[in-house]
Antibody
Framework: QVQLVESGGGLVKPGGSLKLSCAASGFSFSDYYMTWIRQAPGKGLEWVSYIGTDGYSTYYADSVKGRFTISRDNAKNSLYLQMNSLRAGDTAVYYC?????????????WGQGTLVTVSS | QSALTQPPSASGSPGQSVTISCTGTSSDVGAYTYVSWYQQHPGKAPKVIIYEVIKRPSGVPDRFSGSKSGNTASLTVSGLQVEDEADYYCSSYAGSNNLWVFGGGTKLTVL
């Protein structure tokens, strides 16, 4: 079955960096868009970043543009999110999600999430 | 502040129906038929229950239905069951810069 497993979260100081990974299995990874979505503790969902099938088409939320970089390695069935210049407001559970490869595609399924805490 | 507006809470008794609204703008909900709804139980990852406004993924009970009128989308849960108690989030494709936007979520309580 389709499985997405995020890793790489943890505690980091403001201004620091962290790289999240998402290992995919059970589907043809290279045929699907992928998306990162985050959820601050006790808060709602926020779309963070999207990447197309070939890795060249990328988009970012205004809140992370210029600080985060999404990438993928189709040979390793893996998705990444490099997060730099981290702020307290970036504290959240980060989910990766398989995204239907059409305009406006939906997110299904989601991984279990990895918690990123930005604090001194 | 979320881009899409949802009521923070909704409730109903078992067997009843409840509708949750999701209001956006002519740049997101009103512009595309790409509204999806996600159910999230405490401590769990969200799960899609409606996509492209009205479509249900296989395995999702037909008690869940979606609709849209203008800039407002709606999720209706008919025949409420105890296991429907969860947080529900709407999402819309928005094109251009911020590709997708979410609602702030609605906590559904089954009394």
């Amino acid at each position: 079955q389709v499985q997405l497993v995020e890793s790489g979260g943890g505690l980091v100081k403001p201004g620091g960096s962290l790289k999240l990974s998402c290992a995919a299995s059970g589907f043809s990874f290279s045929d699907y868009y992928m998306t990162w979505i985050r959820q601050a503790p006790g808060k709602g969902l926020e779309w963070v970043s999207y990447i197309g099938t070939d890795g060249y088409s990328t988009y970012y939320a205004d809140s992370v543009k210029g600080r985060f970089t999404i990438s993928r390695d189709n040979a390793k069935n893996s998705l990444y999110l490099q997060m730099n210049s981290l702020r307290a407001g970036d504290t959240a559970v980060y989910y990766c999600a398989k995204t239907r490869p059409t305009i406006g595609g939906w997110f299904d399924p989601w991984g279990q999430g990895t918690l990123v805490t930005v604090s001194s | 502040q979320s881009a899409l507006t949802q009521p923070p809470s909704a409730s109903g008794s078992p067997g009843q129906s409840v509708t949750i609204s999701c209001t956006g703008t002519s740049s997101d909900v009103g512009a595309y038929t790409y509204v999806s709804w996600y159910q999230q139980h405490p401590g769990k990852a969200p799960k899609v229950i409606i996509y492209e406004v009205i479509k249900r993924p296989s395995g999702v009970p037909d008690r869940f239905s979606g609709s849209k009128s203008g800039n407002t989308a709606s999720l209706t849960v008919s025949g409420l069951q105890v296991e429907d108690e969860a947080d529900y989030y709407c999402s819309s494709y928005a094109g251009s810069n911020n590709l997708w936007v979410f609602g702030g979520g609605t906590k559904l309580t089954v009394l």
